[in-house]
């Protein structure tokens, strides 16, 4: 069992920047992939980012490539998110998410994931 808490959103404008951070607690965090989704009303969850339990390995939709980063510091049972360029449309509840996994593969689907925090709101105005 792993409990996963969301931190770090706020409100900010076009163009500046937030880092998300998402701290584990229970099992061996570093045994787990964590990956970043996202949901803006009336809209469905949305992949972000994803980082395997050794950080060797992220992965990106093409909406936040060269913007966002996904990092994690598993002495601090701890993953981050730099969101980097900030555009309205990023505007969405954020969450953290994770599965226990010891493969290099990476998944992008909500339904592979196990364990979820309560979300965190970022607010990008124009």
């Known amino acids: 069992q792993v409990q996963l808490v969301e931190s770090g959103g706020g409100l900010v404008q076009a163009g500046g920047s937030l880092r998300l951070s998402c701290a584990a607690s229970g099992r061996a965090f570093s045994d787990y992939h964590v990956g970043w989704f996202r949901q803006a009303p009336g809209k469905d969850h949305e992949f972000v980012a994803a980082i395997t339990w050794t950080g060797s390995s992220t992965a990106y939709p093409d909406s936040v490539k060269g913007r966002f980063t996904i990092s994690r510091d598993n002495a601090k049972n701890t993953v981050y998110l730099q969101m980097n360029s900030l555009k309205p449309e990023d505007t969405a509840v954020y969450y953290c998410?994770?599965?226990?996994?010891?493969?290099?593969?990476?998944?992008?689907?909500?339904?592979?994931?196990?364990?979820w925090g309560q979300g965190t709101q970022v607010t990008v105005s124009s």
């Open positions: 998410a994770a599965r226990r996994s010891y493969t290099s593969l990476l998944v992008t689907t909500t339904s592979r994931y196990n364990y």
